[in-house]
């Protein structure tokens, strides 16, 4: 059965940094990324990484946040540096067998979803 796992978030003053972990158990996938969901709004994309190409972030990430993944241990990290109150979301890791996906595909059709973990940035 497949499992992802999250961990890693808490609260964070503005400026801060958190290192959240996702780990996979029961198969190797090729694509993990991260998502979010912020108070009342919609889930949104925030990092991706595939075996073929480099990661990609949203816009709003981008220098801020990094992904990177341990294929030994079949876990994605997502490291998060300046943190703004804005981050404040549940963030979820997500999975899939394909070897790449368009961050619009990724939204909409990733096979595997963790139940999340939330992080509050305070200002």
């Known amino acids: 059965q497949v499992q992802l796992v999250e961990s890693g978030g808490g609260l964070v003053q503005a400026g801060g940094s958190l290192r959240l972990s996702c780990a996979a158990s029961?198969?190797?996938?090729?694509?993990m990324g991260w998502f979010r969901q912020g108070p009342g709004k919609e889930r949104e994309f925030v990092a991706i990484?595939?075996?073929?190409?480099?990661?990609r972030y949203a816009d709003s990430v981008k220098g801020r946040f990094t992904i990177s993944r341990d294929s030994a241990k079949n876990t994605v990290y997502l490291q998060m540096n300046s943190l703004k109150p804005e981050d404040t979301a549940v963030y979820y890791c997500?999975?899939?067998?394909?070897?790449?996906?368009?961050?619009?595909?990724?939204?909409?059709?990733?096979?595997?979803w963790g139940k999340g973990t939330l992080v509050t940035v305070s200002s």
């Open positions: 997500a999975a899939d067998q394909r070897l790449f996906l368009t961050t619009t595909q990724a939204m909409g059709s990733m096979d595997y």
């Open positions: 029961g198969r190797s996938f090729n694509t």
């Open positions: 990484s595939s075996s073929i190409g480099s990661p």
